[in-house]
């Protein structure tokens, strides 16, 4: 596991329930390489599908953590609503992702390790003429893999700084759905093949949003600074959870447009980093903005995203007070 790649080892078994046209069955447990489909499925043709992503961790005390389940709940609730998919009831959702941590508890990995957890939802009508209109039937499935690091803890990614293109449709960046990653992969390994780039942060006429896989943090020793919420981009957990542990280890939080010329000079003296549940916070060492490179704090240690990340992953791993209750025990 530990040297295999990123969410390619799976619990042998998920939790899954079907949704009828009418009701949610019971969830079930079953075995986690296959799935039995129309090959006219809505999802296949249609792209009626969401998902989340959260982490479960071994804590100091032997006990698995999770992190900010309801929160993830809520996000595939909406994401799901944004898709006209049937919205999986909450409790339900959270005893799905409860029961199969339970039944294969044995494998969340320790620290850095943690079980990679993926509820995924999928529109499951055999028909193909249902371009414009909704699914009815679908399928609730909870996926787990044991994994490591998305990106290396220590690694200093180079991205390109792209304000040409936007990640995804503007009125669907905030839902956590396929199509969207399907709309920026090309950008992000075009940007690859040119510029040996990570990823892209994606500034549309000049707007700081996000990158493919993760949210944009500017920090200095003092603040953090990032784009306010809006139809564009991903609400991502991991930025919440950090503009609060970020304010209450005494950084000035902001949340404000970001042009990319003002990103250009606040890298000059500040940090770039990107979070999500993937990436925690992964620092950004160098920037790619038309056709040149320039380095992110002039090639310093990124102390504060280190700092910030830390204290996470110490709430995480229950090695720091859980002040914002964020931690759901199993
Ligand atoms: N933005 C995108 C496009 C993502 O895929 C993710 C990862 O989930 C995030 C942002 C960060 O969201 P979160 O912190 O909830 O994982
Ligand atoms: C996550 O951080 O949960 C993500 O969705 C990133 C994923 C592309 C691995």
Not at 48 to 56: D, L, N, P, R, V
Not at 86 to 101: G, N, T
Not at 228 to 241: A, C, K, M, Q, Y
Request: hydrophobic share 40%; net charge neutral.
């Amino acid at each position: 596991m530990a040297n295999a790649e990123f969410g390619t080892v799976f619990f042998s078994e998920m939790t899954l329930a079907s949704f009828d046209g009418e009701k949610w069955s019971d969830a079930s447990f079953v075995p986690s390489d296959r799935l039995p489909m129309h090959p006219a499925a809505h999802v296949l043709h249609y792209a009626s599908t969401c998902f989340e992503g959260m982490k479960a961790f071994r804590a100091n005390d032997g006990a698995i953590n999770v992190f900010r389940i309801d929160d993830h709940i809520r996000r595939m609730q909406n994401s799901a609503r944004s898709l006209y998919l049937p919205v999986p009831d909450a409790a339900q959702l959270k005893s799905m992702i409860i029961d199969v941590l339970k039944k294969f508890q044995d494998q969340v990995p320790v620290f850095p390790g943690s079980a990679y957890i993926r509820p995924t939802l999928i529109g499951t009508d055999p028909a193909i003429g249902r371009a414009a209109a909704p699914t009815r039937t679908a399928l609730l499935y909870i996926l787990v893999s044991p994994v490591g690091d998305y990106f290396a803890a220590d690694a200093k990614m180079r991205v390109l700084l792209d304000t040409d293109n936007q990640r995804c449709a503007p009125h669907f960046g905030n839902v956590k759905s396929g199509g969207n990653y399907a709309s920026a992969l090309g950008l992000i390994q075009k940007a690859k093949e040119k510029y040996n780039t990570a990823q892209v942060i994606f500034a549309p006429n000049g707007d700081v949003q996000e990158t493919g896989a993760a949210n944009c943090l500017l920090i200095n020793d003092t603040e953090i600074l990032t784009k306010p919420l809006n139809s564009e981009f991903l609400p991502g957990v991991t930025r919440d959870s950090l503009l609060k542990a970020g304010a209450k280890l005494g950084y000035k939080v902001t949340e404000r447009n970001i042009s990319a010329d003002e990103l250009m000079e606040w890298i000059k003296t500040g940090e770039v980093a990107l979070s999500g549940t993937a990436a925690v916070l992964a620092p950004v060492g160098e920037i790619v903005y038309k056709d040149e490179t320039y380095a992110v704090n002039g090639g310093k240690e990124p102390v504060n995203a280190k700092r910030l990340r830390k204290y996470l992953n110490d709430v995480q791993q229950g090695l720091e007070t859980d002040s914002f209750n964020w931690v759901t025990k199993i």
